[in-house]
T-cell receptor, first 113, second 114 residues
Framework: AQSVTQPDIHITVSEGASLELRCNYS??????LFWYVQSPGQGLQLLLK??????LVQGIKGFEAEFKRSQSSFNLRKPSVHWSDAAEYFC???????????FGKGTKLTVNP | NAGVTQTPKFRILKIGQSMTLQCTQD?????MYWYRQDPGMGLKLIYY???????DKGEVPNGYNVSRSTTEDFPLRLELAAPSQTSVYFC?????????????FGSGTRLTVV
C-alpha cells in the first residue's frame, strides 16, 4: 500500500524568502502525486499534481514541485513567500489501481513579516 | 458552479445523539469520499463511494454509516455520538477513477461532541 511522509510538522519563513516543503512517498510504481493547501477554517485546495511527463510541474499561486523517482520525493517550492501563503500544506499520493488518495499529516507554514 | 457543498458548517452534539452530515456535488462526479481531520493527524478516510448504490469502508469507519442513492449526494450518518468523533469532517469528490484527477473538497463541518 502507498504511504506519504511529510517530515516537517511546522516551518517558519520570513516574507520574501524561498520555501521548500518536503514530501516522501512509498509506492512500487510511478504514483500520482498531489499538493493541497488548506487556509485556516477552509477546505483543501489543489495546488498542483503530477502523474506523468515533465518531472517539474507548475501550480497555482506561484508554486512548483519536482518529482524525483530516485529519492521517492515530490517537494514543493516557491521562490518568494508572501504572507498570504501561511497555511497548512498536504502532500497526497494515489496508486494507479486505487480509487483513494493517501494524505500526509501536513506541514504548517508560518510566514513572518 | 457550487462544487462540493457541506452542511452544516458547525454542530455541537451531546453524547449519544445522532446526526447526518450532508454532502452534495454538482459536477456529476462518480467518486465521493468522507474524511475526518484531527490536529496533527492529517486526513483519515471514513467511507467512499465509486458511484450511486456503491459504498465501501475506509480506514476509520466505526461509528459511521453512509448511503449513496444519487450521484449528487453522499450523506454521512453518525449514530450514538461519542467524544472521539469530535473532528472536522470533509467531503470530497473526483471526476475520474484511479485517483488521477485528484479531489475537489467541500469547506468542512466542524463537529463537537460533549
Amino acid at each position: 500500500a502507498q504511504s506519504v511522509t511529510q517530515p516537517d510538522i511546522h516551518i517558519t519563513v520570513s516574507e520574501g524568502a524561498s520555501l521548500e516543503l518536503r514530501c516522501n512517498y512509498s509506492y512500487g510504481a510511478t504514483p500520482y502525486l498531489f499538493w493541497y493547501v488548506q487556509s485556516p477554517g477552509q477546505g483543501l485546495q489543489l495546488l498542483l499534481k503530477y502523474f506523468s511527463g515533465d518531472t517539474l510541474v507548475q501550480g497555482i499561486k506561484g508554486f512548483e514541485a519536482e518529482f524525483k523517482r530516485s529519492q521517492s520525493s515530490f517537494n514543493l517550492r516557491k521562490p518568494s513567500v508572501h504572507w498570504s501563503d501561511a497555511a497548512e500544506y498536504f502532500c497526497a499520493v494515489g496508486a494507479g489501481g486505487s480509487e483513494k488518495l493517501v494524505f500526509g499529516k501536513g506541514t504548517k507554514l508560518t510566514v513572518n513579516p | 458552479n457550487a462544487g462540493v457543498t457541506q452542511t452544516p458548517k458547525f454542530r455541537i452534539l451531546k453524547i449519544g445523539q445522532s446526526m447526518t452530515l450532508q454532502c452534495t456535488q454538482d459536477m456529476n462526479h462518480n467518486y465521493m469520499y468522507w474524511y475526518r481531520q484531527d490536529p496533527g493527524m492529517g486526513l483519515k478516510l471514513i467511507y467512499y463511494s465509486v458511484g450511486a448504490g456503491i459504498t465501501d469502508k475506509g480506514e476509520v469507519p466505526n461509528g459511521y454509516n453512509v448511503s449513496r442513492s444519487t450521484t449528487e449526494d453522499f450523506p454521512l450518518r453518525l449514530e450514538l455520538a461519542a467524544p472521539s468523533q469530535t473532528s472536522v469532517y470533509f467531503c470530497a469528490s473526483s471526476s475520474g477513477g484511479k485517483t488521477r484527477h485528484g479531489y475537489t473538497f467541500g469547506s468542512g463541518t466542524r463537529l463537537t461532541v460533549v
